[in-house]
């Protein structure tokens, strides 16, 4: 079986690993045209901040380790076309520019995705950044250390873990997003609206619902930032307004959503017999509603990939689906959620209630505490769990998980009610603050109820 893999970042790595763990007489080729795999982008801002002192540090993989598992590695090798029906595609060594074909039994489409970029004026200046790979850190670090007046383009988890990292070397940072929210796709304004504060306490402008118009210069660097409601200074422009799947090699030959992110089934099958996709390039499988979502996680990725190579001879080990679970710490917040919130539930044709509650993690007594802000999303009728918030000071992430779960297994408020957690004072109360939201979920239901009786 010969399997030929295009792209090596978090979901060709672990597609590979898996087919030679798997299959170790497969014969595996893998295509990649940057110079390096398995690079983790969520731990930029960490490299730029200085968090992070070696970013090599940022790499679980390298060419060495897949050729040692007994992997063809081709790097610097740009993938040019795919030929689904004769099975083979066209490749060019970037360095010698030398063309040729591959033949393949199987295909692997991790071909990732790519910076959204809009058509405005000055993306060419020097100092204007996208933010994605290895070498755009390594050039956003380089250049950094004379720049004082940063704007950082889009509100999102990388936007904003780039903008703390600059707050916190004291230069003079400015986010610019369009939309009236910051992370808006995670949180809802409860959150949101304690977040902003806290970029603004820190000296950040936030400057939001402006759309970017151009970037202006001289002598070919970038200077100024001019939006549909002011100009700004700006020494280095980093943009982050989100990503797009990379995948216009396969465009008309598989079928994709929309947007152009590939349609896989349970065993990361694409529309067309034996060519396989995962990761970025990819739709997930989206358990809140059932249906299709673009959700480029790292964490989706590596877990479509393996899926590549348990299923890559057969329906082996079916995809339980993704419900977009994520974390971020945030001037000394931590930050979860999981599912659809109040504002993408009816994007996903969900009709939802909500309830929201502010707590206390552990009981009173203890010597010092820290609140909870909490809010969880459900199913009219159904009072299926389809979303979950949290953040504090304290280190509550992991509740994030376990709100994954409840949905993934599709249980309700009243599960969360009365799930049977721990306690001990030192970490809870005699209800767990996950207990205390869904009995307060139960308590809105049974006031609906009251409502609809008394009309």
């Known amino acids: 079986m010969k399997v030929v893999v295009i792209g090596c970042t978090h ?40 968090v992070v002192k070696d970013p090599q540090g940022l790499f679980y993989s390298s060419p060495k380790e897949l050729t040692e598992l007994g992997a063809d590695v ?24 030398e063309v040729f074909t591959e033949s393949y039994d199987k295909l692997v489409l991790t071909i990732g995705s790519w910076p959204i970029i809009p058509p405005i004026a000055g993306l060419d200046l020097d100092n204007v950044q996208l933010c994605k790979n290895y070498n755009q850190a390594k050039e956003i670090f380089e250049k950094k250390n004379d720049k004082k007046k940063i704007v950082v383009v889009g509100g999102g988890y990388i936007g904003i873990e780039l903008v703390e990292a600059f707050a916190n070397e004291g230069r003079e940072v400015t986010l610019i997003d369009g939309l009236d929210r910051i992370l808006n796709k995670y949180l809802d304004p409860e959150f949101t609206d304690i977040l902003t504060d806290e970029l603004k306490d820190h000296g950040v402008k936030v400057q939001l619902n402006e759309m970017v118009k ?19 200074e700006a020494d280095m422009v980093i943009m982050c307004v989100g990503f797009r ?21 349970d065993y990361m099958r694409t529309s067309v017999p034996d060519v396989f996709a995962a990761g970025d390039s990819c739709a997930v499988n989206y358990n809140p509603n059932g249906g299709h979502a673009y959700i480029p ?11 590549v190579g348990k299923n890559i001879d057969g329906e082996n080990l079916r995809y339980r689906g993704t419900q977009s679970t994520s974390g971020l710490h945030l001037f000394g917040y931590n930050i979860g959620s999981t599912g659809v919130n109040d504002a993408s539930a009816k994007f996903f044709g969900l009709d939802t209630h909500s309830v929201y509650v502010e707590d206390f993690y552990r009981p009173e007594f203890m010597p010092d ?28 992430t992991a509740s994030a998980n376990t709100l994954s779960v409840f ?18 004072p ?29 009309k």
Not at 11 to 35: C, F, I, M, Q, W
Request: charged share 25%.
């Open 214 to 232: 151009g970037f202006y210069g001289e002598d070919g660097k970038v200077s100024k930032v001019v939006t549909s409601e002011g100009e700004y």
């Open 245 to 265: 799947p990379n995948t216009e090699l396969v465009k008309g030959q598989v079928d994709m959503l929309p947007n152009g992110a590939i349609i896989v089934d």
């Open 426 to 454: 030192v970490f809870d109360r005699p209800w767990n603050y996950l207990n205390i939201l869904g009995q307060a979920a139960m308590a809105k239901e049974q006031s609906l109820e009251k409502e609809a009786v008394a």
């Open 74 to 97: 081709h790097m610097e090798h740009d993938v040019t076309a795919v030929d689904t029906e004769q099975k083979q595609i066209t490749v060019r060594n970037i360095k010698t520019d």
């Open 407 to 424: 949905i993934q297994a599709k249980m309700t408020i009243e599960d969360l009610a009365l799930t049977d957690f721990f306690f001990q």
């Open 297 to 307: 996680l790292a964490t989706n990725a590596v877990r479509m990939g393996m899926l």
């Open 11 to 50: 979901a060709g790595t672990s597609a590979v690993k898996t087919v030679l763990a798997d299959h170790p007489d497969a014969e595996v080729k893998v295509y990649e045209r940057n110079d390096n795999v398995s690079f983790l982008s969520c731990g930029i801002a960490l490299y730029v901040g200085g």
């Open 369 to 396: 505490n820290e609140k909870l802000y909490m809010k969880l999303v459900y199913e009219v009728g159904t009072h299926r769990i389809v979303g979950g918030q949290i953040m504090s000071k304290y280190d509550c």
